[in-house]
């Protein structure tokens, strides 16, 4: 639609007004003999084709007189009513496809570069006018490709986790962005990530890749178990070994990155010719997005003639707990019971079967992970339990 072009017509300052005073009214056809029909004045329809107008320009759209659906494109971009047919391979948005973007990813990885985010902006003369683009982003395939969202160049997404150059769009997730018609868009997370948990007990290093969506998820960790303490008679037993420690939080994670995890090594049982169980060799840490949650006072070995020491409380490190994370040292290895000649039990860690192991109690020791080793009567020692990494989102 355009202004009218029509024999009479004139610039703007030759057009009528609206008289200044009057009721307003409705138009009638008139009672033929009785009254006249209802003359339709010039300003009326300057009215009405200035306020149609005006949606169209503000929706940044150049008045057209040869495109007669510029009032429903101008309507479905100021208020994101577009359904993109599903992505399917990379592609660059634009203004129009603002709305409802699905993915299919079946297929291969897709991109999805979002328009400028200034596109809102008003730009037909004399119309200051802007509006922020929303974009609804939702995927439709189950398969382990990714779907990632990017801003154009010198544009910026800004999400809870801070400022990102771009976020992947997982499985049973929706984000909402919408700009500020300058150089920024701002994601806000609409549905929840498909739940899941990762369950780490092999003692080494191991990866997770957060999921698309998680930004945060609870962490449970603990430090590995000494070993038990090695005993050459049958008349003197050996003390249990100390329990790993433990830590319990929410840590903030950044979707599609890689973080490193350990998983502590149980120390090793005291042997022949050896009277003190193993410490472990190296212990648990948990990497996230600002930090880590590392195990560094590992837990101590039991003897022939005493108790294995618990593993210190974690060291956090980047991280400041304000009474949000849970953290705790092991406990200590049973000592030996020479009288009953009864060995001392593994040290328990956080969570474990018994949090006061007694002498005999030989289902604690590395039975869970974080136990320390049994200690024995007359053979080596029990080994420590490896650590472990629980996390859940």
Known sequence: MDRLIATGSVPLSGADTAPASGTPQYATDGIPGVSAPTQWPAYQYNALQEEILAVITAAALAPDRTILS??????????????????????TLTIDDAGLVLFNASGGSVTATLPPAASGAGSI?????????????????????????VPAAGDQI???????????????HQWQLVSDAAHTWYAVAL??????????????AATWVCPPGVLSARVRAWGAGAGGGFSGSTTAPSGGGGGGGYFEGVLPFVPGTTYSMTVGVGGVGGSSGATTGGTPAYDTAVSCANGAVQFIGSATGGSSS????PGRPPTLVGLTNSGQFLTAGGITGGPPNNTGLVPGAGGASFGS?????????????????????NGVLNAAGGAGANGGIFITW
Do not use: H, K, W
């Not at 429903?72 to 990379?90: I, Y």
């Not at 929840?192 to 092999?202: D, E, V």
């Not at 005493?306 to 020491?309: P, S």
């Open 70 to 91: 510029q009032m429903v494109n101008a309507l479905s971009r100021r208020f994101s009513g577009g359904l993109l047919t599903p992505v399917a391979v990379t592609t």
């Open 125 to 149: 003369a004399g119309n200051p006018a802007s509006f922020p683009l929303r974009f609804t982003f939702s995927r439709i395939d189950a398969t382990a490709n990714t779907a990632m969202v």
């Open 158 to 172: 800004v999400a809870l986790q801070g400022v990102s150059t771009g976020f992947l769009v997982g499985q049973y």
């Open 191 to 204: 549905g929840s990530p498909l739940p899941g948990s990762l369950f780490l007990t092999a003692a080494g």
């Open 306 to 309: 005493g108790e294995g020491q």
């Open 353 to 373: 079967p018994s949090q006061a192991p007694a002498p005999g109690q030989y289902i604690i020791g590395g039975a869970f992970v974080g136990c320390g080793g």
